[in-house]
């Protein structure tokens, strides 16, 4: 009985992530990961003009591991977002940062961003999926896949998120020409 606790446990442990913010491996410029992501949406778009401000969830992990791709000035979450359009007094203008039209107004009226987030695919429920969003246009630049195999080799920072952010470095490498020549914020 013990044992089957003990491998209950293991096996629930390895289906959980670590959420670990790791470096960039200085040889190769990307995250270990030991899988690959798919990347479903790759749109050209000038980067460089954006980069001062990235916004993602109000999640330590998420917020960390962009800081660390070194390539946005500053990233930010919702919530620091929402204190910034209080303090400019644009509240008026812009009454929330939690949806899309909210979003949008923020871009247009304190400053133009890009918005990474994650979600999960509607017809594929066991794909997790990286978005960088142009909050002015709506549009998707970007996005990328994997799948969660919940049961195996359960979800985790090196078959999960790391190859979602692996994706990312190659599409900002592709669309920005000082992407690894400057030193971004920390």
């Known amino acids: 009985m013990k044992f089957i606790w003990l491998a209950a446990a293991a096996l629930l442990a390895s289906a959980c992530s670590s959420f670990e913010v790791s470096a960039?491996?200085?040889?190769?410029?990307?995250l270990k990961a030991s899988v690959k992501a798919t990347t479903i949406i790759?749109?050209?778009?000038?980067?460089?003009?954006?980069?001062?401000?990235?916004l993602?969830?109000?999640d330590p992990f998420v917020l960390g591991q962009t800081k660390a791709l070194?390539?946005?000035?500053?990233?930010i979450t919702n919530e620091q977002l929402e204190v910034r359009i209080i303090q400019n007094n644009l509240g008026d203008k812009v009454a929330s940062v939690r949806e899309?039209?909210?979003?949008?107004?923020?871009?247009k009226y304190y400053k133009p961003f890009l918005w990474l987030r994650f979600d999960?695919?509607?017809?594929?429920s066991e794909y997790v999926q990286i978005y960088l969003t142009d909050p002015l246009t709506m549009e998707d630049l970007f996005a990328a896949e994997v799948y969660?195999?919940?049961v195996w080799a359960g979800v985790n920072d090196d078959n999960a998120w790391y190859p979602l952010f692996n994706e990312l470095i190659a599409y900002v490498k592709a669309n920005s020409a000082t992407y690894g020549k400057t030193t971004a914020a920390p």
């Not at 960039?24 to 990307?30: A, E, I």
């Not at 039209?101 to 871009?107: H, P, V």
């Not at 999960?120 to 594929?124: E, L, Y």
């Open 148 to 150: 969660m195999d919940t």
């Open 100 to 107: 899309r039209i909210g979003l949008n107004n923020a871009a």
């Open 42 to 54: 790759n749109k050209p778009f000038d980067l460089d003009a954006r980069k001062d401000l990235v």
């Open 24 to 30: 960039l491996d200085p040889k190769t410029g990307y």
């Open 56 to 58: 993602v969830q109000n």
């Open 120 to 124: 999960i695919n509607d017809t594929k």
């Open 70 to 75: 070194g390539y946005f000035n500053e990233v």
